[in-house]
């Protein structure tokens, strides 16, 4: 009897029929891993950007849920970008090994875009109440004692155009003030409109922000969590769509291999 070769090239269905070819899924991919790839970059971006835009004035927190946030983006948007590889050595060598790898990944990178997230929208609605708990002690226990808070206290001043953490008045209790008598200041020389040296000596000077920063500084931060989170739980869904892809795939070319091998045995 012949051998299915005898009568010229076998044509072994599974790999190239229909839209759910092995091939066709293989371009899916392919195109799922471009957007996969800004996705991580712009997720990369905003953690940069979160860190170096806003590093100074995360000092004043009291709580590390930001910073781990910030770093949460970071890690995985360089995260994304090492993972894209894998996925499209899968695709092209039609591997499934690396395809489920590449699955495992993006469902741990979904969890991790869902936990950032839930941290960005919970924090969002926490953080003026912590601000209000902490900024002002902040202020009072630090200035002039530590550089970094230091800077960031006078330019959260200038900045946000105010003084204190609930007024100007909170001065009059910190450190610097109490601990130092040959200090005449009211306030910091930063809380002065027009800032030159001893410009906020005057005990009521007209020349002074009044409106403590409590109130900028939440609304500041929360802007940016509310991005943070959309960014977070917009791009999480697209991972949803590469897990069910990639595992689609890997079960194509489990399916040819063995049809391949059954036929030709």
Same mark, same amino acid.
């Given at each position: 009897?012949?051998?299915?070769? !005898? ?13 759910? =070819?092995?091939?066709?899924?293989? %371009? ?10 800004? !996705?991580?970059? &712009?997720? #990369? ?28 983006? /970071?890690?995985?948007? !360089? ?6 590889? /894998? ?14 790898? %590449? ?6 990178? +979904?969890?991790? *875009? ?10 969002e609605d926490t953080i003026h109440d912590e601000l209000g708990l902490g900024l ?21 001043h200038q900045e946000f155009k105010c003084c204190g953490a609930f007024s100007f008045q909170d001065?009059?209790? !910190? ?19 027009? @800032?030159? +040296?001893?410009? &906020? ?6 020349? /002074?922000?009044? *409106?403590?920063?409590?109130? *900028? ?5 929360? *802007?940016? #969590?509310?991005?943070?989170?959309? @960014?977070? +739980? ?15 795939? &890997? ?13 030709? =045995?």
């Amino acid at each position: 009897m012949n051998s299915p070769s !005898s009568y010229g090239p076998v044509r072994v269905r599974g790999k190239d029929d229909g839209c759910c =070819s092995v091939t066709f899924l293989r %371009y899916v991919l392919f195109v799922f891993n471009f957007i996969f790839w800004l !996705s991580g970059a &712009a997720i #990369l971006g905003v953690g940069l950007w979160t860190y170096f835009a806003k590093h100074s004035y995360i000092t004043l927190l009291t709580s590390g849920t930001y910073p781990a946030t910030t770093f949460l983006l /970071i890690g995985t948007g !360089s995260l994304i970008l090492l993972v894209g590889i /894998i996925g499209c050595c899968g695709a092209w060598r039609e591997n499934r090994g690396c395809l489920m790898t %590449y699955a495992s990944f993006l469902l741990l990178i +979904f969890l991790l *875009e869902a936990v950032i997230g839930i941290l960005a929208y919970v924090y969002e609605d926490t953080i003026h109440d912590e601000l209000g708990l902490g900024l002002k002690r902040t202020m009072q226990d630090n200035y002039m004692l530590d550089t970094t808070k230091t800077a960031a206290i006078n330019n959260l001043h200038q900045e946000f155009k105010c003084c204190g953490a609930f007024s100007f008045q909170d001065w009059g209790d !910190s450190r610097w003030l109490t601990g130092n008598p040959d200090v005449n200041n009211s306030t910091p020389d930063s809380c002065c409109k027009t @800032v030159s +040296f001893g410009c &906020a000596i005057s005990d009521h000077p007209s020349n /002074i922000y009044y *409106e403590g920063c409590v109130v *900028e500084l939440s609304l500041y931060f929360k *802007e940016h #969590l509310i991005v943070v989170g959309a @960014v977070a +739980f917009g791009f999480s869904c697209l991972q949803l769509f590469g897990i069910v892809f990639s595992c689609c795939l &890997a079960k194509k070319i489990s399916d040819f291999k063995q049809r391949s091998s059954s036929y030709y =045995s």
